[in-house]
């Protein structure tokens, strides 16, 4: 029998933090207030365990605070300074956590990841870091791993962007059934409107 869970909770060497539970993640992405709504509203529905990742002040924050299902993450974007443009990986970083100062989990804007900014983020008091996709049709078996002392690695494994570049009908029972550690990276915009192309 397979449960949501919070993936704050999760701690790589005890397996029953995280094996046979389902972890949904939402990346907010600057999207409209009503899409984000729908989503948060959708996930109330169904007392499904979620983790929203934060890159702006979004009205919704007071709600998805209130509910014990729910938990903030901050999703950073540092894909400015890959082209000469931002400040640095701090002040991106500064800026997310002044919208969700007591956030301990965090996924970047395109993954964007290394060792600078997984160092950042420990030392803004981030414990999980959601920044690596291994689709499961690689037939790589994800787990959380420790990385960097205090730095929990959550790597998920299915993500709605990714489902269009493949010509087929995901069965997600299935894949749930046949992989120990199901983490899912949703976009807000893609539940909204329901999209499978």
Same mark, same amino acid.
Request: proline share 6%; charged share 20%; with cysteine.
């Given at each position: 029998?397979?449960?949501?869970?919070?993936?704050?909770?999760?701690?790589?060497?005890?397996?029953?933090?995280?094996?046979?539970?389902?972890?949904?993640?939402?990346? /907010?992405?600057?999207? +409209?207030?009503?899409?984000?709504?729908?989503?948060?509203?959708?996930?109330?529905?169904?007392?499904?365990?979620?983790?929203?990742?934060?890159?702006?002040?979004?009205?919704?924050?007071?709600?998805?605070?209130?509910?014990?299902?729910?938990?903030?993450?901050?999703?950073?974007?540092?894909?400015?300074?890959?082209? =000469?443009?931002?400040?640095?990986?701090?002040?991106?970083?500064?800026?997310?956590?002044?919208?969700?100062?007591?956030?301990?989990?965090?996924?970047?804007?395109?993954?964007?990841?290394? =060792?600078?900014?997984?160092?950042?983020?420990?030392?803004?008091?981030?414990?999980?870091?959601?920044?690596?996709?291994?689709?499961?049709?690689?037939?790589?078996?994800?787990?959380?791993?420790?990385?960097?002392?205090?730095?929990?690695?959550?790597?998920?494994?299915?993500?709605?962007?990714?489902?269009?570049?493949?010509?087929? /009908?995901?069965?997600?029972?299935? %894949?749930? %059934?046949?992989?120990?550690?199901?983490?899912? +990276?949703? /976009?807000?915009?893609?539940?909204?409107?329901?999209?499978?192309?």
């Amino acid at each position: 029998m397979y449960s949501f869970a919070h993936l704050i909770n999760i701690v790589p060497e005890q397996p029953e933090t995280w094996q046979k539970k389902i972890f949904l993640t939402f990346d /907010n992405d600057w999207a +409209h207030n009503h899409i984000i709504r729908d989503t948060v509203d959708l996930m109330e529905e169904f007392h499904a365990s979620a983790t929203f990742f934060v890159t702006d002040h979004i009205p919704q924050l007071e709600q998805i605070k209130a509910h014990s299902t729910f938990t903030l993450g901050i999703h950073p974007t540092f894909r400015p300074l890959l082209i =000469g443009q931002g400040i640095s990986i701090h002040a991106d970083i500064d800026r997310c956590m002044q919208i969700i100062p007591d956030a301990i989990s965090c996924r970047s804007h395109g993954n964007i990841q290394g =060792g600078d900014i997984s160092q950042a983020f420990i030392k803004r008091g981030i414990r999980f870091e959601s920044n690596e996709s291994i689709p499961f049709q690689s037939g790589i078996k994800v787990r959380p791993y420790a990385l960097n002392g205090p730095l929990i690695k959550l790597p998920y494994f299915w993500a709605d962007e990714h489902e269009w570049l493949y010509d087929r /009908n995901c069965d997600l029972g299935k %894949i749930i %059934i046949e992989n120990d550690f199901c983490m899912f +990276h949703f /976009n807000p915009i893609h539940v909204f409107f329901n999209f499978r192309e």
